[in-house]
C-alpha cells in the first residue's frame, strides 16, 4: 500500500541582510534593525498639497489640529526608515496629544513649533524633538507650507542635539502584534464583523476618505475630493493595509481652537479595519510611556496584517457622523 505524505510547508526565504520590521512587519534591511523611528508633522491645508514623502511612513496618524478652520486635519508620520527621506512634508506644528504618541515608539518629534501647551511635555526625559530649522523650498506658495525634511537632515540634526538615533531605555517594545503573512486575518468570520469598503471620516474641512482596493488588499486615501498621491514616490497613492478609527474625547485649550484629545489612562471604543471588514473594538492606554493597546470584542489584543497602518482620531462629540459601508 502506498501512503501519501503531507505535503511541505514552504519554507521562508528570509532576503539577504533582512528582518520584520516591528512597524510593518515587512522586510527590511537589518541595518536599520535598532534605528529608532521619526515622527514628522505634516500640515494638511489644502494649500499644503500635495504632500511629499508620505508613501514612506509605515504608520499614519490624522486627527483635528485645531476646533477652528473647519476642524482641520494634521498627520503625524511615523518613519522608521529616515535615511532614505529626500524630500518629506511640508511640516508643521505640534500639539500636546502628539507628545503622548510618538513616545509609544520612541520617535523623535519633528515639527515646526507648536502653541504654548506643548511646553510641559519638551523637558520630559523621554521627549526628543527637532523643531524648525529645516530646508526651505521656494513652491510659490506662502511661507507656511514651504518647510521640508530632505536629504540627511535627520542624521544631521538628531547628531547635533546629542539624541539616540537607536532605541534607547525609554523603548517600550515592539508596539503591534502582527500575523503570520502566510495567513491573513480575516475579520469576515468574527461575529460582530461588517463589511467595510468604504471609510468616510467626519473631517469637515477636508472629507477624507478610504476606499478598499481588493487587487491591493489596501485602503487607498483621498481627501478634499481626490486621491491623495506622493509626488516624490511616483504620485503613489497613499494606501494601508491597516485601518484603526479611534473614538476619544476632545477638549478645546483656548479660544484660538488649539485642543487635544485626551488619551492618558483613558480608554474608549474605535473599529479595526482590514481586508474589506471591519470589527468594533476597544482601546486603553495607561501612562506616558505606556502604548495605546486595542481589543476585540473577546478583550484579545488585535493582530495586524502585515503591512503599513492609518490611525484616524475621532472626536466623541463627531463619532455618530462616522460612516463605514
Not at 26 to 52: C, G
Request: hydrophobic residues 35%; contains cysteine; charged residues 20%.
Amino acid at each position: 500500500i502506498e501512503i501519501e505524505s503531507e505535503p511541505e510547508e514552504p519554507v521562508e526565504v528570509i532576503p539577504e541582510n533582512s528582518y520584520r520590521s516591528e512597524l510593518t512587519n515587512e522586510w527590511i534591511s537589518l541595518d536599520i534593525e535598532n534605528q529608532r523611528p521619526v515622527a514628522i508633522m505634516v500640515d494638511n491645508e489644502k494649500t499644503a498639497l500635495d504632500h511629499y514623502g508620505l508613501t514612506q511612513a509605515d504608520i499614519v496618524y490624522e486627527m483635528m489640529n485645531s476646533t477652528a478652520n473647519g476642524e482641520v486635519t494634521r498627520f503625524m508620520a511615523i518613519v522608521k526608515d529616515w535615511g532614505s527621506i529626500t524630500r518629506f512634508g511640508s511640516i508643521r506644528s505640534v500639539r500636546p496629544t502628539h507628545f503622548m504618541l510618538a513616545p509609544e515608539y520612541n520617535a523623535v518629534l519633528i515639527h515646526d513649533g507648536g502653541p504654548f501647551y506643548i511646553k510641559e511635555y519638551t523637558g520630559l526625559p523621554w521627549i526628543n524633538n527637532l523643531s524648525g530649522g529645516f530646508a526651505r523650498i521656494d513652491n510659490g506658495k506662502p511661507r507656511e507650507f514651504t518647510e521640508y525634511v530632505t536629504t540627511g537632515e535627520v542624521e544631521s540634526r538628531l547628531n547635533a542635539n546629542g539624541y539616540d538615533t537607536e532605541y534607547n531605555n525609554y523603548y517600550p517594545g515592539p508596539h503591534w502584534q502582527f500575523t503570520d503573512e502566510k495567513n491573513p486575518i480575516d475579520l469576515s468570520s468574527a461575529g460582530d464583523s461588517i463589511s467595510c469598503t468604504k471609510i468616510e471620516l467626519p473631517f469637515p474641512h477636508n472629507s477624507s476618505e478610504l476606499a478598499y482596493d481588493a487587487a491591493s488588499g489596501t485602503y487607498l486615501y483621498s481627501e478634499y475630493g481626490r486621491a491623495h498621491v506622493d509626488p516624490e514616490n511616483g504620485n503613489k497613492q497613499l494606501a494601508f493595509t491597516n485601518v484603526i478609527i479611534q473614538c476619544a474625547e476632545c477638549v478645546q485649550l483656548d479660544g484660538n481652537g488649539y485642543m487635544q484629545f485626551n488619551i492618558m489612562n483613558r480608554s474608549g471604543k474605535g473599529y479595526y479595519i482590514t481586508g474589506g471588514n471591519a470589527i468594533p473594538i476597544t482601546w486603553e492606554k495607561g501612562d506616558a510611556l505606556d502604548i495605546t493597546n486595542y481589543y476585540d470584542a473577546s478583550g484579545n489584543e488585535i493582530i495586524l496584517n502585515t503591512g503599513k497602518t492609518y490611525i484616524g482620531f475621532v472626536a466623541t462629540y463627531r463619532w455618530e457622523e462616522l460612516v463605514i459601508n
